[in-house]
């Protein structure tokens, strides 16, 4: 059932949240259970925090969709136990089976889960780039989801897709046009989004973020990220966003947390280039209009570190 209060609050404005705020869901390794944001689209909201032992790995958002003939899963989750868990709420809802789950990206919390999936017999796609990225990193990226999430790491073992796409990949199943989208470099290597043209809703993955502060890894290109966002990610046109981390909400949300995020962050280091600043003192340039999104003492000075050294020698 469709809770038109949500829908409302969704997209009036964001839901601040807080890393203090306890887990959800007590009775499930699920940081939430799942909410149906439109007909026949779910989605699991993790915790707007690192992952940790409490969150059990589900830091990121977990959905799914119904569509007459099998159900989509966007994301494996970050263990086998949040993937079987997600799974429970799949069936709690319908008995149609899950016929594909598709990875975001190369990270863990997208991709470690695929060993219930694959278990399960269900094929697992990615893109190309975010395949490879796992494959070489798929020992350390298991070992560190071990040390945080102790026994919730049973039963896990780094498995990667079975079926890799460049582009695009069009999914037609029962009553539903899907379209994963490469839209361009975004957060990471391989970033993808699955568009639901008839329902203008994005599941956007890690190319949007809400309510937290993105991370930018060092081999992020922001500029490239801003530049996918302006030619490839908000032309789409959606009206419902379900962003990789971070409630549901609308394109105007997602763009002040993550693009303007960007573009602001990069002015503030041109800045500080320009007038000869070094890396030392580029870690300190002022962020605060962004000190209320969750992640900023972690994520702040490292983000600024990173950007400096991306445009020194722009």
């Known amino acids: 059932m469709i809770r038109n209060a949500l829908i409302c609050a969704l997209l009036a404005g964001p839901a601040l949240a807080s890393e203090?705020?306890?887990d959800q869901y007590p009775q499930s390794v699920l940081y939430e259970k799942p909410v149906e944001?439109?007909?026949n689209v779910f989605s699991a909201i993790g915790a707007t925090a690192p992952p940790t032992y409490e969150n059990a790995g589900h830091n990121n958002n977990l959905s799914f969709i119904i569509t007459g003939d099998g159900v989509v899963v966007m994301n494996a989750g970050a263990n086998a136990r949040l993937a079987e868990a997600l799974h429970q709420e799949i069936k709690a809802v319908t008995d149609q089976p899950v016929r594909l789950v598709i990875n975001e990206n190369g990270q863990?919390?997208?991709m470690l889960g695929n060993s219930y999936w694959a278990a399960q017999g269900v094929d697992i796609l990615a893109h190309v780039d975010a395949a490879a990225v796992f494959e070489e990193n798929a020992f350390q990226i298991l070992e560190g989801m071990k040390r945080y999430a102790r026994e919730n790491a049973d039963g896990t073992e780094a498995v990667g897709p079975t079926i890799t796409f460049e582009e695009k990949?069009?999914?037609d199943m029962g009553d539903m046009h899907m379209e994963v989208l490469h839209l361009g470099p975004a957060h990471s290597e391989g970033d993808i989004s699955l568009w639901l043209p008839e329902q203008k809703l994005v599941i956007a993955g890690d190319v949007a973020f809400h309510e937290r502060m993105p991370p930018i890894f060092s081999e992020t290109c922001t500029s490239c990220w801003i530049e996918t966002w302006e030619t490839a990610f908000e032309p789409l046109g959606a009206l419902y966003v379900i962003p990789g981390?971070?409630?549901p909400t609308?394109?105007?949300q997602v763009r002040r947390f993550t693009h303007d995020y960007l573009v602001y962050l990069r002015g503030k280091i041109r800045e500080h280039i320009?007038?000869?600043g070094g890396l030392d003192e580029a870690y300190y340039v002022d962020q605060s209009p962004y000190a209320r999104l969750?992640?900023?003492?972690?994520?702040a000075t490292k983000n600024a570190g990173v950007v400096f050294a991306e445009m020194e020698f722009e």
């Open 20 to 22: 203090d705020i306890p």
């Open 37 to 39: 944001v439109i007909p």
């Open 108 to 110: 863990g919390h997208a």
């Open 169 to 171: 990949y069009i999914i």
């Open 245 to 247: 981390h971070g409630h």
């Open 250 to 252: 609308n394109v105007a």
């Open 274 to 276: 320009d007038n000869g």
């Open 294 to 299: 969750d992640t900023f003492e972690e994520l």
